[in-house]
């Protein structure tokens, strides 16, 4: 993961508003819907995903990896009981 690719993730997670800012995925986790934000490109180890929920205290990841293909990732680390594989499919 290139920090570059990792910088542009974090000013996406901080610029979102938890609603409308889109990445929205089909998935739940304590009431909240999951977003997504990637940077990087798909099938590269040196891209960048972070799956977080926003809630009134703010902002919990609860998953990191990469792109795999266009609409599945590879993760490095993830929260136990938000999924239960390495690989996530939206």
Known sequence: ?????????????????GRTSGGGTRFNFNGHTVFHI??????????????????????????VGVHDTSSSYNLDWYLPGWTDSRKVQL
């Open 1 to 17: 993961m290139s920090g570059s690719n990792a910088a542009q993730v974090a000013r996406g997670i901080l610029a979102h508003n």
């Open 38 to 63: 990637s940077h990087g490109k798909n099938g590269k180890t040196d891209g960048c995903t972070v799956f977080f929920i926003v809630t009134k205290e703010g902002i919990q990841v609860v998953g």
